[in-house]
């Protein structure tokens, strides 16, 4: 039996010690929030706080979490944090088809939780592991810069989407939410 700190509450499961994190929230406690994309720590759909810290739940064995806290976006929005940065979500209207969405949140929320004020580029190298296949990286932007300074932007004024990938970019995006067992 592994005994884990899930959203402030105690979770007693008993599951194999190899069981990525990400089964155990999704399949065992039932908290489907979290969600699967590539299970190779590629895409960011995963993402959950370690201790504030964002993971990559589909590559993280339960056996390795021990005491630390896990949060998920079931959670999140119980820190001040999380809320404010689940209110710009909502003001900017970031969301698209939503399935990268909990991912991005709880990178988001752990990047300014670290650097309340982050600049461009470390908005960049926080966020660059969270893949958008409905290309809404320049509202992701805009809400957490909403979150840094307090100033709410008009989402009429901002592009739904990042300006046209090329071709084979957009085509790698899509791949990256094919499961890996169904390209063998
Ligand atoms: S499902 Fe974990 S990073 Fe893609
Ligand atoms: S909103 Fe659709 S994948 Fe990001």
Redesign the pocket.
């Known amino acids: 039996m592994i005994v884990l700190n899930i959203n402030g509450e105690s979770r007693s499961v008993d599951v194999p010690d190899d069981m990525p994190l990400l089964w155990v929230l999704r399949d065992v406690i039932g908290l489907t929030g979290t969600k699967f994309g590539c299970g190779i720590a590629q895409c960011g759909a995963c993402t959950v706080h370690l201790d504030g810290a964002a993971v990559r739940s589909c590559v993280l064995p339960v056996s390795a979490v021990g005491s630390k806290a896990v949060t998920t976006i079931e959670g999140v929005g119980a820190s001040a944090v999380g809320k404010k940065v689940q209110q710009a979500w909502l003001d900017i209207e970031v ?7 909990s991912g991005q949140i709880m990178s988001a929320t752990a990047l300014l939780a670290a650097t309340p004020e982050p600049s461009d580029a470390e908005i960049d190298v926080a966020m660059s592991g969270n893949i ?3 290309g ?1 990286y320049v509202r992701i932007r805009e809400a957490i810069k909403q979150v840094a300074t307090g100033q709410k932007v008009a989402p009429q004024t901002i592009p739904n989407v990042a300006p046209t990938a090329s071709p084979a970019a957009a085509a790698a995006a899509l791949l990256s939410f094919v499961r890996v067992e169904d390209m063998a």
């Open positions: 969301v698209q088809c939503g399935y990268c969405q958008c296949r409905c809404t």
